[in-house]
């Protein structure tokens, strides 16, 4: 796998978990994006984490927590918007410039599943505690963080129960979001993270 840092499709402003009010990438915040508009913006950015959870799945059944397959999933390497220099800017270079914003993929996970799941709610008036598929991804996101709390204990045999149960949890997750199960092919390459566009015209969405 390439270590090259990669950008995701379009900037983002990613917020702390587990807001979710203003993050869908462009919906009006309380509201809830739709299900085929979901599917362009986050499939991507899943299909993505998959492919390199899978990989992460290797170290931990090794418990070699040192690989670049542990460690940079958890490493700031996943490029959300480039540098530029400020428009109009008055000032030296480094007043006048702005740096280029990096998340996780791990971090990037957790907010498009979340993104993802939230956008199946039958009832716009439901809170995202309450849809079956956003709960599913919180339950597999505190798998995970007690999967690297074991891992940084060097409890390797816990950390690999904790990834099978978190693995379970995703299987079902991937389910009620019209995804295939993490043995699918489609999880053996990389993914494209960028948004995907439809245009008609002038118009795009």
Do not use: H
Not at 93 to 120: H, I, P, V
Request: with cysteine; aromatic share 10%; glycine share 6%.
């Amino acid at each position: 796998r390439a270590s090259t840092r990669r950008v995701i499709g379009a900037a983002l402003a990613v917020p702390s978990f587990p807001q979710l009010a203003s993050a869908s990438g462009g919906a009006t915040a309380g509201k809830y994006t739709s299900i085929p508009v979901a599917k362009r913006r986050y499939y991507g950015r899943v299909k993505e984490a998959v492919y390199e959870w899978l990989l992460l799945g290797d170290a931990v059944a090794a418990a070699d927590f040192q690989s670049p397959a542990y460690t940079e999933f958890f490493s700031d390497n996943v490029r959300l918007s480039k540098g530029r220099r400020k428009s109009n800017c008055v000032g030296d270079e480094k007043a006048c410039t702005e740096d280029a914003k990096y998340t996780s993929r791990w971090a990037d996970m957790q907010l498009a599943m979340s993104l993802l799941g939230n956008a199946f709610r039958i009832d716009a008036s439901k809170p995202p505690e309450k849809i079956v598929q956003v709960r599913l991804a919180r339950s597999f996101f505190a798998d995970m963080e007690q999967m690297r709390k074991a891992a940084k204990s060097k409890k390797g045999e816990a950390a690999k129960n904790y990834y099978a149960s978190a693995k379970n949890t995703l299987e079902e997750f991937l389910n009620l979001v019209d995804l295939p199960p993490t043995n699918n092919e489609m999880y053996a390459a990389p993914s494209d993270t960028a948004a995907e566009t439809l245009c008609k015209g002038d118009y795009c969405i």
